[in-house]
Nanobody, 127 residues
Framework: QLQLMESGGGLVQPGQSLRLSCATS????????VGWFRQVPGSEREGVAC????????FYSDSALRRFTISKDSGNAMVHLQMNNLKPEDTGIYYC????????????????????WGRGIPVAVSS
């Protein structure tokens, strides 16, 4: 059974950094595309950063580009999201996701395929 569990969220001030982690089990992060999504009340879950299976190609939303970095640690079955220079609009619930058949852009933009989700973790950016 595929499982994902997020950690590392919390409250930070604008301009600060935060690193989210996703512990995975039941599958290989090398054989699945993985990603991070953000959801705020009243809006759809949107892709922030995704990484393709095997080749490791990445996709970032416009807001995340040049500030966020997605990475994975295959040996420890972990997926991370390093978030720098955080802004109030980065506030939301962040979900870790894994999908077997699609690649980063398809996963992040269209949420294609059968996605397994973590439970989500809140991130708040406020002064």
């Amino acid at each position: 059974q595929l499982q994902l569990m997020e950690s590392g969220g919390g409250l930070v001030q604008p301009g600060q950094s935060l690193r989210l982690s996703c512990a995975t089990s039941g599958f290989s992060v090398d054989e699945y595309s993985v990603g991070w999504f953000r959801q705020v009340p009243g809006s759809e879950r949107e892709g922030v950063a995704c990484m393709s299976k095997r080749n490791g190609d990445t996709f970032y939303s416009d807001s995340a580009l040049r500030r966020f970095t997605i990475s994975k640690d295959s040996g420890n079955a972990m997926v991370h999201l390093q978030m720098n220079n955080l802004k109030p609009e980065d506030t939301g619930i962040y979900y870790c996701a894994a999908e077997r058949w699609n690649y980063a852009q398809s996963l992040c933009i269209r949420k294609d395929g059968v996605i397994t989700w973590g439970r989500g973790i809140p991130v708040a950016v406020s002064s």
